[in-house]
């Protein structure tokens, strides 16, 4: 089968999205597919182009084997939202642009949504290509945008709504992370023979339970404190001033805090910790990809959060990380939405509301003075990734829908 891959994500980013991008390539071309690439010159998370691509508006190569397009992407370091924006639209200009006068015909395209903008973008390729599209939703846009307040402005929302349905109708097939997604999806009116849900993942065999005691946490000098670590994008959504907050209540007691990673919210979190003359927190640049167990490992909690805004907006993959790393969760979420469903039936974790550090103080405190409980939750984690959330389960189910979308022999 003949397979597009359509996403703004890909390697040689180290980073969110490309990851598992770049696992599904390999998987797929595994499998015997002629699998193809239509992505950005990289430069996430950096806000540059990457050095060696600098200067380039297309570029067509074999990289490892798979056929690699890549389009110019308007990038700046500034992460307000207007340069979002802008990156977005010129991606998704360039791309269905380099699409339609160089690639041959595909029997799939399979697009990861954000930005949004590529649902229509792939639907027109496609019709173009010949293809059956599958739209793969990861985050509930525009919703999640308004309801974080980075999008204000009523004519763009209805805009972007009309936008997301149209998409959800052209599409032939739409992927989603979890059953409160395809609830979403019900309720706007897709049918439901269009929904298969396919959760993220985490390679077991690459994330694996090692030593606490570990080099990554050697560097940071936190002994054997207790320690909270959180690992991902400083987003909008990902909700860590409770995390500060309950980080000064603990500032006299042996937990240390630390945050792995880059985005938008850094620089004001990082501020927040200055003013309270945190000693205890420690902020730290993402990782390279060989080091990333390590930083897994290294905690004895793993933190993951959503704020009240995105509480059904979003599944953040990390947690299926902290699953295969063996080690338990600690999630700042509501009640009720993927997140608490999966730490409560797995029984991998611990929940405290949204905005809440004395809770999640106490929850921290708990955890120390719990240590056989944190281990049992964390072989609980892995053995339940083994069982639903394996990189080659998912990966296996996003073929099933490939073939049967696009109605080819399996």
Known sequence: MKILIYSQYYPPESVGAALWVNEIVEDLAARGHKVKVLT?????????V????????FQHRVEDGVEVFRSWIYRSPSRKFGSRVLSFISFTISSFLFGITRIDEVDAIY????????????????KKLGARVILNVQDIHPYAAVQMGALKNPLLIRGLERLEKWSYQQADGIVVISEGFKANLLEKGVPVSKIAVVPNWADPDFIQPGP????????????????????GGLTHNSNLEPLIEAAEILQ??????????????????????????LENIHFVPFQPLDRYPDVLRAADIGLVTLSTQATFASVPSKIFKYM?????VLAITAEGNEVDRMVKEG??????????????????????????????????????????????????KIEEVLLKTADYPG
Request: aromatic share 10%; proline share 8%; charged share 25%.
């Open 212 to 231: 606490k005691m570990n080099e990554f946490r050697g560097k940071l000098g936190l002994g054997n404190k207790f320690t909270v670590i959180y690992s």
């Open 50 to 57: 990457f050095e060696d691509y600098q200067g380039k508006v």
């Open 324 to 328: 295969a790393s063996g080690r338990p």
């Open 40 to 48: 950005a010159f990289p430069n996430y998370p950096v806000g540059e």
């Open 252 to 277: 006299e007691e042996p937990f240390q805090f630390v945050i792995v990673g880059d985005g938008v919210r850094k620089p004001d979190l990082e501020k927040m910790a200055g003013e309270k003359k």
């Open 111 to 126: 697009t990861i949504l954000q930005p949004l903008s590529l649902g229509p973008a792939a639907v027109w390729l496609g």
């Open 347 to 396: 029984a991998f974790g611990l929940q405290v509301p949204p905005d809440d550090p004395q809770a999640l103080a106490e929850a921290i405190r708990w955890g120390a003075d719990h240590p056989e409980e944190l281990d049992q939750m964390g072989a609980a984690g892995r053995n339940y990734l083994l069982a639903k959330f394996r990189r080659d389960l998912c990966i296996k």
